[in-house]
């Protein structure tokens, strides 16, 4: 217990000369819009997943087959968004491979960018997601979905990918002491769980008020990201942490 908390103390707050600096607390807090974007996507869009990618492939399977409440269009529509926005991430990865924090905080900025527009979208259609609204919402999150999970990937802090919490899950039961295993960042791992669970409840709750709320939380924490980011990556700042593979 004692090694859990002290992993999950050190994940939010990294000591002084951690070999990933601000980075996992910030990757935790995208983790957490992860959550927020799915309570959107999947409960206000009509069963679609924009962050969720193999969720999408089987629903598109499920759609294809005939089931009912899953739209092929809007789960192809996803993917191809997402894929888009991996690609841009793999260029934000090239072109700031040299610095970590500049590459994070490029990408939170331009998906705050992408969120602003998808808030500006619901206004516009008074919270009313039929249409081209919905499909205009899934072209938007997907993109900036796709370029967080590229980005994550480039930046490689064990146990934070910000989307996909199979492998944590698998890590924390196959890793475990009962399993033989070392048991390596139980506290890190766990925040990852808690972080997109918090973020899928606070969504669900949020969005009966509207997608509107879910979005501008979302928004807020990506936009505060960015700033936090951008300080501590100025010249000579942070040069351990950032430069770091």
Avoid: C
Wanted: aromatic share 4%; hydrophobic share 55%; net charge positive.
């Amino acid at each position: 217990m004692r090694a859990l908390l002290v992993d999950a103390a050190r994940t939010l707050v990294p000591p002084k000369g951690d070999r990933h600096g601000p980075l996992p607390p910030l990757m935790l807090a995208l983790t957490v819009v992860t959550g927020l974007v799915d309570a959107v996507s999947y409960l206000g869009l009509g069963h679609v997943f924009v962050a969720n990618m193999t969720g999408n492939v089987v629903f598109l399977g499920f759609a294809l087959a005939g089931a009912d409440g899953l739209s092929a269009l809007a789960s192809v529509v996803s993917l191809a968004a997402f894929l888009t926005g991996a690609l841009a991430g793999g260029r934000f990865g090239v072109r700031f491979a040299a610095h970590r924090g500049r590459l994070l905080a490029s990408a939170m900025a331009v998906q705050a960018v992408l969120f602003a527009a998808a808030l500006g979208t619901t206004a516009v259609g008074h919270d009313e997601v039929d249409g081209a609204v919905r499909y205009t919402l899934i072209v938007l999150l997907g993109l900036a979905m796709g370029l967080q999970n590229a980005v994550a990937r480039r930046l490689g802090v064990p146990d934070l990918t910000t989307t996909v919490l199979t492998l944590t899950l698998t890590g924390l039961a196959a890793d475990s002491g009962p399993a033989g295993g070392a048991a390596p960042r139980p506290g890190r791992r766990i925040l990852s769980v808690l972080a997109m669970f918090l973020g899928a409840l606070v969504g669900a709750v949020l969005l009966r008020v509207g997608p509107s709320l879910v979005l501008g939380v979302a928004l807020a924490l990506l936009a505060a990201g960015a700033v936090v980011l951008w300080r501590l990556s100025a010249p000579g700042a942070g040069a351990g942490w950032a430069t770091a593979p």
